[in-house]
């Protein structure tokens, strides 16, 4: 653990890790297994002012900075839960935040900081555009004081639980465009009201995240929920990703930790051969070695998200720990597993459960490849691949 967090953010630690105390393995068992939304778990959240992390006291929020942020959605992961569920408000936030107008930030943020209005849903990803966002087709076309959109998303969680969704969708044609990373924008849909024909389609994946194809034909959107200026959104976007990676990073770690936890405890106790299974240095070394790449991981995350704290670039350094997070718990993950042996594969364990929701961050919301391209491409300048 880094030694420079302060008096309050261990508080915010302790805090968070005695709020899920109240939500144990076998909550989150029953949850995963009845793929229902973790709603008692989200409530409390938001009741304890933890989800408005980031929202500025003046809006009813906590007013905290990323790394409080990070360290909350950390000790949920630690914990055994699942940040998954709640993840995207803090991703998604300073959207709003940074590129809101005033009518928006004081019509939406005070029912989120209170929890009224939940905002869990971004939806950019699309089936014909993939990880290349600046080809994504969904059409918001201008008509008076409304947009109309039309088209089709895909991956898009947390829709049926949320009541504002962001939207990113094409205000002007691809090929109309010189600049290719404008002509898209930003809205807010307020998913109470939508008037048109909005399709949401459950995705039958392998972790419980509440991932939807939505088909968007004649949704009406009024003019006045476009965020910032048209045609600016993928900007905005951008604006975004050094947060999210370092949520993420810090997401994977309180996984990585979790797994280690379980794995030695494990391996201390279960007794084979007549000695702990921990005893040889085949199961041993792997779990130690798990344990160092966590800690490394983490301190490039608590580096990248002191410069974000401070202003400055910290691109390199927020991609770089949401990689080598995402691939030290992965680690950790497979030899948590390995350690239980067949047990590992008893959901009665939660091994198997962590898992398969840790696998996820090497591939969204980004993928590792294309943090290795922004690498090679944007801080080696190697040519590009796109
Ligand atoms: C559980 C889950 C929840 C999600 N939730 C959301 C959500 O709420 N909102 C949302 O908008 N999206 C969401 N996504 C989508 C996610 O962000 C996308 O899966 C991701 O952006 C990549 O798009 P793709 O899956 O089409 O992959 P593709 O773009 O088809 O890529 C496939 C593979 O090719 C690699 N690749 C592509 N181009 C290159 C290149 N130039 N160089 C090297 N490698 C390359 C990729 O890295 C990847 O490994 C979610 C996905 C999942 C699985």
């Known amino acids: 653990m880094p030694t420079t967090l302060t008096e309050d953010q261990l508080a915010i630690r302790g805090a968070v890790r005695e709020l899920c105390r109240d939500y144990p393995d076998a909550y989150w068992r029953e949850v995963d297994k009845a793929e229902r939304y973790p709603k008692e778990f989200i409530d409390a959240l938001?009741?304890?002012?933890?989800?408005a992390a980031l929202i500025p006291e003046e809006y009813g929020g906590a007013g905290l900075g990323l790394t409080d942020a990070s360290i909350i959605l950390e000790e949920m992961n630690r914990s055994g839960?699942?940040?998954g569920a709640c993840h995207a408000q803090m991703y998604i936030m300073g959207t709003l935040l940074r590129h809101g107008n005033d009518?928006?930030?004081?019509?939406?943020?005070?029912?989120i900081a209170s929890g009224d209005i939940r905002m869990q849903a971004f939806a950019v990803t699309e089936p014909n555009a993939g990880s290349e966002t600046t080809r994504i087709e969904t059409k918001a076309v201008r008509q008076g004081d409304k947009y109309i959109v039309n088209g089709q998303k895909i991956f898009i969680s947390r829709v049926k639980q949320s009541d504002l969704m962001l939207l990113l969708a094409r205000t002007t044609p691809y090929d109309e465009l010189k600049d290719k990373t404008r002509g898209l924008s930003v809205f807010i849909v307020d998913m109470r009201n939508v008037k048109g024909k909005l399709d949401v389609q459950p995705l039958d994946?392998?972790?419980n995240h509440h991932t939807n194809t939505v088909f968007f034909e004649d949704v009406e959107i009024p003019a006045e929920n476009l965020v910032g200026e048209e045609g600016m959104g993928f900007r905005y976007i951008i604006d975004g990703w050094?947060?999210?990676?370092?949520?993420i990073a810090a997401e994977a770690i309180g996984d990585g930790r979790?797994?280690?936890?379980?794995?030695?405890?494990?391996?201390?106790?279960r007794v084979v051969f007549g000695r702990p299974i921990g005893a040889n240095q085949g199961v041993q070394f792997p779990i130690a070695q798990a344990y160092a790449h966590v800690e490394a991981a983490d301190l490039m995350r608590f580096h990248a998200?002191?410069?974000?704290?401070?202003?400055?670039?910290?691109?390199?350094e927020a991609n770089m720990a949401k990689m080598l997070a995402a691939d030290a718990s992965w680690e950790a993950a497979n030899v948590c597993l390995n350690t239980y042996?067949?047990?590992?594969?008893?959901?009665?364990?939660?091994?198997?459960?962590?898992?398969?929701?840790?696998?996820?961050?090497?591939?969204?919301?980004?993928?590792?490849?294309?943090?290795?391209?922004?690498?090679?491409?944007?801080?080696l300048g190697m040519p590009r691949s796109y």
């Not at 938001?46 to 989800?51: A, E, F, I, M, N």
């Not at 050094?242 to 949520?247: G, V």
């Open 305 to 316: 998200a002191e410069k974000f704290e401070r202003g400055e670039k910290c691109g390199a």
């Open 341 to 379: 042996g067949g047990y590992g594969f008893a959901r009665d364990y939660d091994v198997e459960r962590k898992f398969r929701e840790t696998r996820l961050f090497s591939v969204a919301p980004v993928n590792n490849n294309m943090v290795l391209a922004f690498l090679g491409q944007n801080v």
């Open 242 to 247: 050094n947060a999210e990676r370092i949520l």
């Open 103 to 111: 009518r928006q930030k004081k019509q939406y943020l005070p029912g």
């Open 81 to 83: 839960c699942n940040s």
């Open 46 to 51: 938001t009741k304890s002012g933890y989800l």
């Open 258 to 269: 979790w797994f280690v936890d379980r794995a030695s405890k494990y391996a201390s106790e």
């Open 205 to 207: 994946i392998m972790i």
